[in-house]
T-cell receptor
Framework: AQTVTQSQPEMSVQEAETVTLSCTYD???????LFWYKQPPSRQMILVIR??????QNATENRFSVNFQKAAKSFSLKISDSQLGDTAMYFC???????????FGTGTRLTIIP | ETGVTQTPRHLVMGMTNKKSLKCEQH?????MYWYKQSAKKPLELMFV???????ENNSVPSRFSPECPNSSHLFLHLHTLQPEDSALYLC?????????????FGPGTRLTVT
């Protein structure tokens, strides 16, 4: 069974700073996908960024980038130039190739301080 | 909005009541999901439907009964619930089951069982 661990229940940073959220996972599969989802206080969860395990290049989406270390089973999210709208719960998630079951971590509550 | 709507947004029910949660997606997706989100716990997948056929029920108690009349609508029928069933229930949809397809989430129904 897959597990996803987010070891930082809460974090806070000043606006415009850079913050990194950590995520580790455990799996015996070789082909899989990793996601970071964001859940703002309004509760609608949206996808932030996605990484295919077979790709060595780290995914980036504007201010969001990941550090994917397959051997270490680590998948951290870096948010650059943080903005007040980045305040949210962030969930790391894993899904095996061909599988519909997303496995989520417990989340990190990120607060951006003005 | 992500194209996935849920009603009601809030629900308070007694343990002897029967109620239903509704989810509708306007994205043309073929797969729909029910998740349970409890505080400080990972999201728990409850049910998966693909092309209106249930493909996963994840050992959910029978007091939760899903229904998927078509690919755009998903219901969760509730009866004789327990206080520990109080949680945020999230609906999601995706293009089809299985990775790498992103799941789009609704805003959730906050359920309180008294």
């Amino acid at each position: 069974a897959q597990t996803v661990t987010q070891s930082q229940p809460e974090m806070s940073v000043q606006e415009a700073e850079t913050v990194t959220l950590s995520c580790t996972y455990d799996t015996s599969e070789n082909n899989y996908y990793l996601f970071w989802y964001k859940q703002p206080p309004s509760r609608q969860m949206i996808l932030v960024i996605r990484q295919e395990a077979y790709k060595q290049q780290n995914a980036t989406e504007n201010r969001f980038s990941v550090n994917f270390q397959k051997a270490a089973k680590s998948f951290s999210l870096k948010i650059s130039d943080s903005q007040l709208g980045d305040t949210a719960m962030y969930f790391c998630a894993f899904v095996g190739f061909g599988n519909e079951k997303l496995t989520f971590g417990t989340g990190t509550r990120l607060t951006i301080i003005p | 909005e992500t194209g996935v709507t849920q009603t009601p947004r809030h629900l308070v029910m007694g343990m002897t009541n029967k109620k239903s949660l509704k989810c509708e997606q306007h994205l043309g997706h073929n797969a729909m999901y029910w998740y349970k989100q409890s505080a400080k716990k990972p999201l728990e997948l409850m049910f998966v439907y693909s092309l209106e056929e249930r493909v996963e029920n994840n050992s959910v108690p029978s007091r939760f009964s899903p229904e998927c009349p078509n690919s755009s609508h998903l219901f969760l029928h509730l009866h004789t619930l327990q206080p520990e069933d109080s949680a945020l229930y999230l609906c999601a949809s995706s293009q089809e089951k299985g990775s790498p397809y992103e799941q789009y989430f609704g805003p959730g129904t906050r359920l309180t069982v008294t």
